[in-house]
């Protein structure tokens, strides 16, 4: 079946200007995750949603990221004002919530991501 | 300090070389513990759960210490397709919630 989707894959963008990202998980899933990776790091967590309840934003580095998700399907992160410090791969995953067989199914499964390129 | 630290490599043996990765976290809430793969320019994809009995999955043996909150990554027998970065990474809760990931060893295996 189809895995997760991101788009776009690459986005160039002049300092100060507002970028969206969109990420289609996978279908069914309930959970969903943004992280992104700078060149060289780790994945640092963003912010992530599960069902109706309040996403956990917590990881959030300023607020001029935000991030939307209608229902259990797409979800939206706008960086608004970006600096060149917020270059870097922006990653989504989602995963199934419950176990399946007795084997838990939490799994996170990413997208290619957006590489995200601030001039 | 970060949550989780791993051997920063790189590592590059030939094939067939047997190779050892290593992984410490600093929180002990920490319940659910993974090894993940990423290619270069690709995204993470789970390379297999770390149990705390260990487990094994074919070249591959994880093994799990929660006393000296320390993972290691085992692999035999590399092979060429091994090249790769081997990501450490652990969740607090062992059902949904945010992974927490090491930077990264980078393994390359030569002909």
């Known amino acids: 079946g189809a895995g997760v989707s991101q788009s776009p894959s690459n986005k160039v963008t002049e300092k100060g200007k507002d970028v969206e990202l969109r990420c289609d998980p996978i279908?069914?899933?309930?959970?969903l995750y943004w992280y992104r990776q700078r060149l060289g790091q780790g994945l640092e967590f963003l912010i992530y949603f599960q069902g109706n309840s309040a996403p956990d934003k917590s990881g959030l580095p300023s607020d001029r990221f935000s991030a939307e998700r209608t229902g259990e399907s797409v979800s939206t992160l706008t960086i608004q004002r970006t600096q060149q410090e917020d270059s870097a791969v922006y990653l989504c995953?989602?995963?199934?919530?419950?176990?399946?067989?007795?084997?838990?199914?939490?799994?996170?499964?990413f997208g290619p991501g957006t590489r995200l390129t601030v001039t | 300090r970060k949550e989780v630290e791993q051997d920063p490599g790189p590592f590059n043996v030939p094939e067939g070389a047997t190779v050892a990765f290593n992984c410490t976290y600093s929180n002990s809430a920490s319940q659910s513990f993974f090894w993940y793969r990423q290619d270069c320019r690709k995204e993470p994809k789970l390379l297999m759960s770390v149990y705390s009995s260990g487990n094994e999955d074919g070249r591959f043996t994880a093994q799990l210490n929660r006393a000296s909150q320390y993972i290691s990554l085992l692999i035999r027998d590399s092979k060429l397709s091994d090249s790769a970065t081997y990501l450490c990474v652990v969740k607090r809760g062992s059902t949904l919630g945010r992974l927490y990931f090491g930077r990264g060893t980078q393994l390359t295996v030569w002909p």
């Open positions: 279908s069914g899933h309930t959970a």
């Open positions: 995953a989602s995963s199934l919530a419950g176990t399946s067989g007795g084997l838990s199914i939490y799994e996170q499964y």
